[in-house]
């Protein structure tokens, strides 16, 4: 087996922040050098459609351009906090971060009975743990220990814990430890399973383990789905811990006037958004995630679909913003100096709260505490956890951690075999599928001028007067395309962006194209390279046979020349690296990057028409057909369209267990409003459409 091929088998079963065994020593919260290795072994070698280009001559410039971005809606949220000068203003804040957290994060879906039950009770010396199996969505089950000590006579306070990326979920060392202290200081503890995680694997072999790697995988690969039905798997994660509450509140030993919330890196982020969409919680201690988004674009530090919820960033909402929805209860930040979740950040987050508390009259209710170490709910952190929920409360004046017992993972199954596979748990992609068969009866066809309203709305997509500016970048020879000369362009489709133009011809060129009003042209958008397309693509090599038309291509922004070398190593195709990165920050900027990408090619048409050329057979090929069939619905300048492997249809996607489309090609609540097959249908009639070898959800492999 080869050295590539290991590394990816080895990621198929980790996740980023995943529990990892070495030596035998089970490892949850990893170091930062084990978090690098882990984003080593994310580099995939590229499949015979993603060939890797050879030019790339802008690799910084998506980076470049979203960290800006980012930095921009940051500025706007630091303003809204520095307007902030009474208590007065300070309360509105809240009310009003609680109000953009959940246009965020969408309305609470139903809250539908529990079902819950016990399915085994464990006895030791001052607490028992009961096994307990609940229903948070019907049919969708939710596995959990609850910690309950001895001797209660009167209701005490009770505690949500959330997990991070460990594949054993609840049963991981450092979250048994954490409840395990909380139970034997008297509080009530209820620990559950992520989705993908634990006992709640969504995708399913025989042999009950995931078919597709716990954690990470399965939440990119359930979450990105999602999202074209207008749903997130950051809604559905943190109401999995609403209703971890609403069952905690059915137990008589729990005092409901004190509840918490725990949990580190990605418990961390649960605490947090819960924070933000569940009003009951008194006091909150989120550990080794809460910093700033910008600190995270900056470092270039990729998040899973969770951690990146829809819109955040265009309403101007922060880490921090989640847990000032909750002021002026307690919110103690629990951080770590050698994190890779930046300390900096964290401390920004804390400073901002700060201010905001000590409007509200409440300052010594917030905190942050920065361990020495590296990711991880370490006994350190455990314990400042303990220090401020005891403060909180007055159950315990005892903060040190307690002897532990550390239970097998087989004692705090709540399934026989460990797997909610086992009891016919329904699956999120079969909630996906449903949800696209409900809105496709709903959707009413669009054609003309209404389809294209409702494409431009769910695109997002910008306008900007006049011809866009052009730099002519030296030539590089010998390239092997089909005409013996070619030119490159960078053509400023918006500030900080470049769509990378070649000009392929029989003549040399040097300089800009020549003026030929009514020359008749062909445009090509690439799959993934314009520059190895030349060389291997039949459909070019035809394209440039046509002697009444002149050939271009188009790379859109971070595809071929500007294909971001950022992220981790050779990470552009694997489903955690640099390609999924800037498309997961398009969703929080509320800008489907396929939107942006439609953008780069409408733009690249009009400067060709300022050129001369106002008769264009546009061409698109595998995720370039999907901007160019968009580009094509709203350009006058196009007079004929070619698609060769473009996307059947979204509902094809959202429809079924497995595909192979990422993110960036993926359209937020698409169908809600429209689906590809309209779109084809109004080119078909209007523009004569050629489309050759259709991919469904499985792309090449369809």
Known sequence: MSGSKQAIDQFETLSRRAFLKTGGVSLVGLSLLENLMIQELAAAPAKPDQTVPT????????????????????????ARLDSLKTKADAEEYVSSVQKRIREAFGPNPERTPLNARVTKTTDRDTYTIENIIFESRPGFLVTGNLYLPKGITKP?????????????GKAETAYQSFSQGLARKGYVVLIYDPIGQGERVQYSGDDLKSTIGVGVREHLHGGNQQFLVGENLAMWRAWDGVRALDYLLTRKEVDPKQVGVTGNSGGGTMTTWLCGVEPRWTMAAPSCFVTTFRRNMENELPADTEQCPPKVLALELDHADFLAAQAPKPVRILAKERDFFDVRGAREAYLR?????????????VSLFVGPTYHGYSQENREAMYEWFNQATGVSSESKEPKLTIEKDETLWCTPKGSVADLDSKPIHVFTAERSKELAQQRKPK???????????????????????????????????????????????????????????????????????????????????????LREEPLLKTASQDKDRV?????????????????SP??????????????????MLDEPYI?????????????????????????GRGWGALPATFAALFSPYVKQVTLKNGLTSFSDIAETEHYHWPLSTLVPNVLASFDMPECYAELKARKGLTQIAPWGAKGADS
Not at 457 to 479: A, F, Q, S
């Open 595 to 619: 939107g942006q990408r439609t953008f780069d090619v409408l733009r690249t048409l009009d400067w060709m028409a300022a050129n001369g050329h106002t008769d264009i057979h546009l061409i």
């Open 55 to 78: 030019l790339n001559r802008f690799p910084r410039m998506v980076q470049e351009y979203f960290v800006d971005r980012v930095r921009e809606q940051e500025a706007k949220t630091i």
């Open 156 to 168: 005490v306070p009770g505690v949500v814990g959330t997990c991070g990326h460990s594949h054993n």
């Open 551 to 567: 050939l271009y291509t188009c790379d859109v922004r971070g595809i071929g020349e500007s294909m971001p070398d950022t992220t």
């Open 447 to 533: 054609t003309g001028a209404a389809l294209q309203s409702v494409v431009a709305e769910t695109l997002r997509l910008k306008h900007i007067e006049g011809t866009p500016d052009y730099r002519i970048l030296r030539n590089r020879g010998g390239k092997n395309y089909p005409l013996k000369h070619s030119i490159t362009y960078a053509v400023e489709t918006e500030p900080g962006i470049q769509a990378i133009v070649y000009r392929v011809s029989d003549e040399r060129l040097y300089s800009r194209p020549p003026q030929n009003a009514g020359q008749q042209a062909t445009l090509y958008v690439s799959h993934v390279s314009s520059d190895a397309e």
């Open 353 to 365: 709260l700060q201010r905001l508390y000590k409007l509200l009259g409440k300052e010594e209710n």
């Open 570 to 587: 050779n990470s552009f195709f694997t489903p955690y690296g640099s390609d999924y990165f800037y498309a997961a920050h398009s969703v």
